[in-house]
């Protein structure tokens, strides 16, 4: 094996932190909202986000050596992709997205602890969260959520759907999201007791109890109540052990009426656990955050819908915008 003259993986892993942390600065001083209309000075970028020009100028370049800005003549522009996703306001904006990714980052400096300990270090615990931060908590992750239900209305047929289930529905982004897009569809959002109030706060501040409804049901316990067109289940099935996740799928099945559909998004791994990076990556979530749950494969998902009684199963190949996989089956006749 030939002796590597320098350390290439682990400078660029380093310098990939490096301008990530960079982005998000620019996102959180809106640098990029500034430079819409056209090329600006530091000096002008300055006084729109009420910065000095000198510290913002170190910035300014490195997000320049990150392909989110162009310099030329000292004035800074937009990048082709930092106008269309990073300009607030603009329908494709993700900056919603920072303070998600800012909350699991602070959190990846505990992995080798969780490991070495067994414990997760930044548990979500609901049961013991104090109502506050347990909001916080799920307003920051909804901006996700979000993203994920218009991108699952583009691509699946909820034409014949008037009845939706969002399970462990947390803000009930994907009830509001799915029911604001097709007014035909009414919705029960169903989580934990403790997550019931925040979520009905948040359906109430959207204007959208008559289309949402929030009901505590504990999926684990036993059979959802109710009987359903169509189930989603977005960011749960990996936070719970195997044995747990075919629990939670054999649950919510018997309350999918024949012919209805299951939606399942979340990170879902290739048989080799290397790839998609997204999912990958999100493990460290989960080592950090729960006692149990990791992101599973594919074969792992049919297994468990099929044993639930659901038919067609199938694998989107092309990740949702928050880098999400999504499994789709229909529940047999």
Known sequence: ???PAEPETFNKLRRSVDAAFAMVAGIQLDVFTQLKNGPMTAEQIGQAVSAGTGRLRLLLYGLVSAGLLTEEHGAFSNTPEAQKFLVRGTPSYMGDRVPHMVMR?????????????????AKVDFSSSPPQELETFLRN?????????????????FSSVKTLLDVACGGAGVALTITQACPHIKATAIDLEQIVPI????????????RVEVRPVDVLGGPVPGSYDAAVLRAFIQVLSPG?????????????????????????????????LDAVGFNLSFLN?????ESYTEKEYREWLGEAGFIDIS???????????????????
């Open 141 to 157: 992750i909804n901006a996700n959520t979000v993203i994920s239900a218009r991108s699952l209305v583009e691509r699946g047929d």
């Open 315 to 333: 694998r989107d190949r092309s990740p949702l915008p928050d880098g999400s996989g999504l499994m789709t089956a229909r529940k047999s006749a």
């Open 105 to 121: 980052w602070s959190q990846y400096f505990k992995t080798a602890e969780s490991i070495r300990t067994g414990k997760p270090q």
């Open 1 to 3: 094996m030939s002796n």
């Open 244 to 276: 747990a996740a075919r629990k939670a799928i054999r649950n919510v099945g018997a309350a999918v009426k024949p012919g209805g559909k299951i939606f399942i998004i979340g990170q879902i791994l290739d048989e080799s656990r290397t790839s998609p």
């Open 199 to 210: 979520a009905e706060k948040i359906v109430n501040e959207e204007g959208a109890a008559d």
């Open 289 to 293: 955050n729960f006692d149990a749950g």
